[in-house]
């Protein structure tokens, strides 16, 4: 952990501040972009959580004793480029106040000076004068930076659009024609940055996700049961909902209670009530995932699909792969031959044992990116006439317990992106899509879960 002491010296300037909290994290090493404010605030000992904040960007909340940690939230709502900025900016609240709390609001007017301080301190950290300088040479066209160019030095940064202009304009006198703030702040609002990039083919940086997965606290466990079978109602509703069963979260506990109470006796144990079957079903299966130590294989698959339809008539059909080529309804994908389903689970169950020889050895992202791949490829080999999405989510987190991470889902309103996703992982085996949909629902699951944190 970094030591804040020998910082003191450099209370007065944001960009001495700055420049000496990089060579404390450096050493003798260049500095290489973007820079990771979040593996930042971990290094110096302080956990950061993501928060449904409404009017706030951060917080900084001081441990109350030396055994105690120190908090950071950060506005899960906000633009990667703002939560990052946010986390540089409570790092320095961290550094430099840590004697009392400080609230960071969204456009706040008439800031202190602790907060002006830690702005530019921010700014200084994630951008440093003097790399910025350097970077913008590479630019430059009579002395000036045009807004096209700098778009491709926010992205080497890491930062906002605005805030590249802005300190192009203020701290190097680098952007031609009227630079008066407001007129300023109109000229890049019409300019429309987001729209630009798209239209240069730019994407979004998913290393800027994966920063903060990688240093991510996840506090929940299992023994909480309050919260679990709270966040597995949401969790059962909206996967169903996604696979187009329509049920009223309300009665979900009442059906699952009787289900599994009186099994194939139940009155809903019947074709009329086939919804509330597989929900019942799917809520079994992810009880016996999150509780189990049993080993995870390529086969278990067979095992989940079984349980997903334990409580249908006929449940004995369950588990058993398709003998037929059948049409995947609203998929973007192609599946196999059914005639290459066995081969195809064999293959699934070499790559989940290979990955769990390298599970300690991943990164949180790493792993995740890996599990994405397989998860890819069942939906591909697609085992079963019906529950193939369910069963392959459900592997996957099964794959994500065992790393201590938690379990996600997707709501309705995602299902074409998630879906497209699969699509160009097919066709044009790029997961990046794929792998950015599941950082940010796991990054969700966290918040849910540690529900009871900086509340």
């Not at 006929?314 to 080529?325: A, L, Q, V, Y």
Request: aromatic share 12%; net charge negative.
């Amino acid at each position: 952990m970094i030591d804040t002491d020998t910082l003191q010296p450099y209370f007065k300037s944001p960009r001495q501040l700055a420049n000496e909290v990089l060579k404390l994290y450096f050493g003798s090493e260049t500095p290489s972009y973007p820079i990771d404010p979040f593996k930042l605030l971990k290094e110096f000992g302080v956990i950061f959580q993501f928060r449904g904040f409404k009017g706030l960007e951060g917080v900084y909340i001081v441990p109350e004793n030396d055994e105690d940690i120190a908090l950071v939230g950060i506005n899960i709502n906000r633009p990667i480029t703002r939560q990052r900025f946010t986390a540089a900016h409570e790092l320095c609240h961290h550094i430099k106040d840590r004697e009392k709390n400080n609230i960071c609001p969204i456009n706040g007017k008439q800031k202190g000076p602790e907060e002006l301080f830690a702005d530019k301190f921010a700014g200084e950290l994630l951008m440093p004068t003097s790399a910025l300088r350097e970077v913008a040479k590479n630019f430059e066209k009579d002395g000036y930076v045009s807004f096209d160019d700098a778009i491709y030095i926010a992205d080497y940064f890491g930062v906002s659009f605005e805030a590249c202009i802005l300190s192009l304009a203020y701290r190097l006198n680098k952007i031609s024609g009227e630079t008066a703030y407001k007129k300023l702040k109109r000229r890049i609002e019409k300019f429309k940055p987001e729209i630009k990039r798209q239209d240069l083919g730019l994407r979004f940086d998913i290393n800027l996700l994966q920063n903060v997965l990688n240093a991510y606290h996840y506090f929940f466990e299992n023994e909480c049961k309050a919260v679990w079978y709270s966040f597995k109602n949401d969790f059962v509703y909206n996967e169903n909902r996604l696979e187009g069963v329509d049920i009223d979260k309300d009665v979900i506990g009442e059906l699952l209670a009787d289900l599994r109470l009186n099994k194939q006796n139940s009155e809903y144990c019947s074709s009329e009530f086939r919804q509330i079957v597989e929900v019942a079903g799917h809520s079994s299966m992810y009880d016996y995932i999150m509780n189990t130590n049993d080993p995870i294989s390529g086969f278990r698959i067979l095992d989940l699909n079984k349980m997903l339809f334990q409580y249908a008539p006929f449940p004995d059909e369950g588990g058993k792969t398709r003998t037929s080529n059948n049409l995947v309804l609203g998929a973007k994908f192609n599946t196999v031959d059914y005639k290459e389903v066995p081969k195809g689970i064999i293959e699934i169950d070499k790559m989940i044992k290979e990955l769990e020889m390298r599970r300690e050895e991943l990164t949180v992202t790493e792993y995740v990116d890996e599990v994405i791949k397989i998860h890819h490829r069942i939906t591909v080999i697609h085992p079963f006439s019906d529950g193939n999405g369910r069963v392959s989510r459900a592997i996957l987190n099964w794959q994500f317990k065992n790393k201590g991470l938690p379990p996600v889902y997707l709501k309705l309103e995602k299902k074409e992106r998630y879906f497209d996703a699969l699509r160009k992982a097919d066709i044009e085996k790029e997961y990046d899509e794929l792998n950015a949909i599941f950082y940010q629902e796991i990054l969700n699951s966290m918040m849910q879960l540690n529900s009871s944190f900086l509340n």
